[in-house]
């Protein structure tokens, strides 16, 4: 399977990098996968998972792009700059968007999913 993307071999900075690993480890493990059991679904080797799990990557190679679509990680996400504080609203919208399939039932369980979200940032 060819891998079309504009991010493919993209330079990826040492936080972009972590902040990927740590998204398609968070993915895995709430899937109740092992690392094994993801590598095969990526057809990545046991040394490339690794290196990109713990964020020591310099660049977005097919095996990044692999793994993030085995995840359902967005890559464009997490290789743009964040934005600044008063932009946020716009890429939570954005991001709300992508999430939604149209259906006021679904609409309903992202409400739900953001009231959860709140509860459990609260001290």
């Not at 993915?27 to 996968?33: A, D, H, K, P």
């Not at 095996?63 to 609203?89: E, F, K, N, Q």
């Amino acid at each position: 399977m060819r891998i079309k993307s504009a991010h493919l071999d993209a330079t990826v900075s040492p936080s972009q990098a972590q902040n990927l690993g740590r998204a398609i480890d968070r993915w895995r493990r709430i899937q109740g996968l092992t690392q094994t059991q993801l590598l095969r679904t990526a057809q990545v080797s046991q040394g490339q998972l690794s290196r990109i799990l713990a964020g020591r990557f310099t660049r977005a190679s097919t095996a990044v792009h692999r793994l993030c679509r085995a995840a359902g990680v967005d890559i464009a996400d997490h290789l743009t700059d964040p934005p600044r504080s008063a932009a946020w609203g716009t890429v939570l919208e954005r991001a709300l968007h992508r999430s939604w399939d149209g259906s006021p039932g679904h609409a309903r369980e992202l409400i739900r999913l953001l009231r959860v979200a709140k509860a459990l940032r609260r001290p």
